[in-house]
């Protein structure tokens, strides 16, 4: 106990006289080298992401649209649920959430305390829509249940630059600071070292190797996020500790005739003034929830985690054990941030510019070197290597899941439709190609994000996912809901709201927020809150869909079954036409039994066997792609065709679980009310 109490006054007290005493180095400038154990811990991990990646490649078929894509729809519920939360959780999030409980308290935390709700409306109300549908992409359902080909193409396009700007690029850039701070490399060359890691799943895996991998990645971050939290609050006094001292974390050197620098009182609440507050509590509540609703039940890389699952039992089990995950990141990332902010208040609450640019490099703010400032202070060897492997862990869970969608939605949805009769050796170099292309536009954004983030990188997260997610939400929850929704209502309530979104975003660009203390150039009222904007945009969008459809002619009654919520158990009736067919080597349509097949079959004259060395790193080449040498595969696929469930009565499983399921869902919903009270 009392050598806590000495390492607290040194820390929080000390500075002041430390800083006239003499010259003193900032600890952020204390070179922490990575010892042996270090980097042993580190070697350790990625021998062991390797071999669960390589067991998962070799255990399932990958030739199939379905094995590749869906993982053969066979996953059970806590690979599902480790998967969901790991593809969530990026480093973006370690970094941005304790960066914001850092800067802000708690209330960022409300962004996860959210997701434990909207989670399960994934499995408990779209996915069956889904499954009823029979698609294994979101864009894919946009066609089938709206026809015609633009709105296919727009959303898989709209979610690919969604992709860019929330999803890759923010996570690489959370991830090159982690390492920028943690180990002295410059940006640059981590982000290539992050890189490199990345693509040797990426090209291999297919959704098995991404969801078992994601399993193991996720008691990674667990066990080693649990550490830090642990030794956190154990050296700030535990969570009274947190409360005491948090409202005393000031900079020494700050503007006194400012608030800047000085920790907000509404600190602890959740719930902040509608009008002034950085979270105004209108916004946490219906403007939190809107893109929170396009994330965790329309976005391609959720939902293809979600369809993975075995059945709808499995399905239900896999959100559910997301959301009991999702109650950590504010204890684990929010909390774990503010007590950074308590220990180092001159370094991460810096307040004064031209000290900030010399402690992090960024004349807005340091909040956002709170993780990894407490990961070098207070780790001992060992423990910070297995930290950095946590950091990675985060970030490659959520990439290689991001990469393994985009190329989903660009192959299956957009170089498909543009090329009906590609063989799927073409679709599959495509795929991958574009992957790199992602990766590289991403990098290229990254200077934009470290601009536009003002210093909080979690807030320019949700502040983009507030301008453009908003609207596809409110069209896919008309779409699931509202039988008279058309495809002319769908797609001008997308265009009006992609018009207000774009014009948001480039307002922020124009008027970058001022930094503390100085004006806003931003003409009054242009820059309503991101919480609030996100309500206005997902009204309108809905306003205009609903006003369209009205005017429009009315969906036929017998082309909807199958594909919203009122008609998911009625036969799929839509007609696929002719253009609708998968692409040649994706497979054929039978319609007969109202069956769909698809299947990825190899082209075997294009590829007769070589032989000796060639042959054998063909071979090689091909069972890393996924695709097993010509001749065995292509009769493998015909002999055994992978058939999607017949209906959604099958799919659901036995009702007496799904009792089960459902009281446990609530009980935890009970949990999560409290919660949010608790931290009101
Ligand atoms: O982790 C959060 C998630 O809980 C929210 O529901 C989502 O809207 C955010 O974008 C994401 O970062
Ligand atoms: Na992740």
Known sequence: MDATIVTLDTSTMATPEMSSAGPTIPASEHVHHMTVSDISVLVLYFIFVLLVGLWSMWRTKRDTVEGYFLAGKDMVWWPVGASLFASNVGSGHFMGLAGSGAASGIAVGAYELNGMFIVLLLAWVFLPIYIASRVTTMPEYLHARFGGCRLRLYIATMYLFIYIFTKISVDMYAGAVF??????????????????????????????AVIYTDALQTVIMFCGALVLMTISFVEVGGYKGLLEKYPNSTPTIRDTNTSCGLPRSDAFHIFRDARTADFPWPGVLIGMTIPSVWYWCSDQVIVQRSLSARNLLHAKGGSLFASVMKVLPLFMMVMTGMISRVLYPDEVACADSAECERICGNPVGCTDIAYPKLVMELLPSGLRGLMLAVMLAALMSSLTSVFNSASTLFTMDMWSAWRPHATQWELM??????????????VLWMPIVQEAQGGQLFVYIQAV???????????????????RTNESGAFWGLMVGLVAGVARMIIDLVFPEPNCGMPDFAPPGLRLHYLYFSIVAGMLAAVTTILVSLATTSPSKEELGGLLWSTRYKPLTRKLNHHDQPPDG?????????????????DDNSHTSGHGIAQCW?????WFCGLNSSTQSSTQAQSEPVQLPVGLREYEGNPLYHKYLNIAALLWMCVGIFLWGFFA
């Open 429 to 442: 170099i495509v795929g991958r190609t574009f992957v790199i292309f992602l990766v590289a536009v991403s």
């Open 586 to 602: 994706l497979g054929d349509v039978d319609n007969k039994n109202g069956v769909k097949m698809l299947e990825l079959t190899v």
């Open 179 to 208: 390492i920028q701070q943690a180990l002295r490399w410059s940006l640059y060359p981590s982000v290539c070292v992050l890189l490199a890691v990345t693509v040797v799943y990426t090209v291999g895996g297919g959704l098995a």
């Open 465 to 483: 996912s507030s301008y453009l997610q908003p609207p596809i939400a409110s069209v896919f929850i008309l779409a699931c809901f509202w039988s």
């Open 618 to 622: 063909k071979t090689s080449f091909l």
